[in-house]
């Protein structure tokens, strides 16, 4: 946390987000780092201690975020499952939402020993819950729409881009996404949206953005690709997840690693056209990381085995 100012007008939404539930009017407010889409802040009064984030339209623009009433209903399906923070507060004008604030700290999800052991029970929970979030993500669905509004506005593509498109079209074929399958998914964990709630339990998760229904396999290759894993660490992953005798989902999760690289290229090159990045981002960089991510992955050997054992027959998830 910082110690940064924060204007009198962002208190004034703050408190206007915070205004339904009794006792934040008298509030202290400091902005917090590490988000790349929306405003957040860290709020105190009267010995308490909440989590404000205040809604960027930019992002549901170009098809990088679902609208604010979306995501505000799944953060509250996510706390009701036990896998979210508490929330404390809903607004849709100005759009926002006021959550308990989870102390703890957050893992290193590439390095920690017990990162998977303790991050696979919070995604099962999730995933096996029996709920449903507002909304349904396909990722070369969104992948299509969010290219389609960088193209829109001029944005510069990769050198190759065509080549690896059609290679993705291919991935879509062979992973023949099942909408009726799908199961309530972040497809957005890294570092910053896992908090060690308890000292060794279950990990908590944070922001849900992103969140959507999806394969749950993508919410493996996502976390796998985005966070640098190894293929050894991939694999322990998976294994965790589905076991080490499903050689069918494992293949699959593999080839969503390249699907989650994909989609977050086409997440970067949108957020190259925002005119009001938060303080940090630097969204040139992580463009650049997933392109070369993405390169990695369809050039390795173990991606056409995936490949052949994915398109096997009974290959859904």
């Given at each position: ?20 539930t ?39 623009s ?19 499952v036990?896998?979210?923070a ?119 998760i944070?922001d ?89 992955s ?19 998830v």
């Open positions: 946390m910082t110690t940064a100012t924060v204007s009198e007008h962002e208190l004034e939404i703050i408190r206007t987000i915070l205004s339904a009794p006792g934040w009017t008298d509030i202290i407010a400091y902005p917090l780092s590490g988000g790349n889409a929306h405003k957040n802040y860290r709020v105190e009064g009267n010995d308490r201690s909440c989590v404000v984030k205040v809604w960027n339209n930019y992002w549901t170009v098809g990088v975020c679902p609208e604010a009433e979306v995501v505000l209903q799944n953060s509250r399906t996510a706390a009701e036990g896998v979210g508490p929330v404390i507060a809903v607004s849709t004008e100005p759009p926002g939402i006021g959550l308990h604030f989870l102390s703890g700290g957050h893992p290193h999800l590439q390095e920690d020993p017990d990162a998977i052991e303790r991050l696979v029970p919070a995604l099962k929970r999730l995933h096996n819950s029996g709920r449903r979030f507002a909304n349904a993500v396909n990722p070369f669905e969104v992948a299509r729409e969010r290219f389609a509004a960088a193209r829109a506005r001029g944005i510069p593509f990769p050198a190759g881009f065509e080549v690896i498109e059609r290679i993705i079209d291919r991935l879509e074929h062979t992973l023949a996404l099942d909408p009726a399958a799908f199961v309530p998914c972040h497809l957005d964990i890294w570092d910053a949206n896992v908090v060690k709630a308890t000292p060794s339990g279950p990990y908590r944070i849900w953005d992103l969140s959507g229904n999806s394969d749950p396999g993508y919410e493996l290759g996502f976390v796998a690709a985005f966070n640098g894993f190894d293929p050894e660490r991939s694999q322990a992953l998976f294994q965790a997840y589905f076991g080490s005798e499903n050689p069918v989902a494992l293949a699959r999760a593999r080839l969503f690693m390249t699907v989650a690289h994909w989609s977050n290229c086409a997440l970067w090159i949108t957020a190259l056209g925002n005119t009001d990045p938060n303080e940090g981002s630097d969204f040139e960089g992580e463009l650049r990381t997933s392109w070369e991510g993405l390169l990695t369809v050039t390795t050997a173990d991606f056409h085995h995936a490949i052949e054992q994915a398109a096997k027959p009974g290959a859904l």
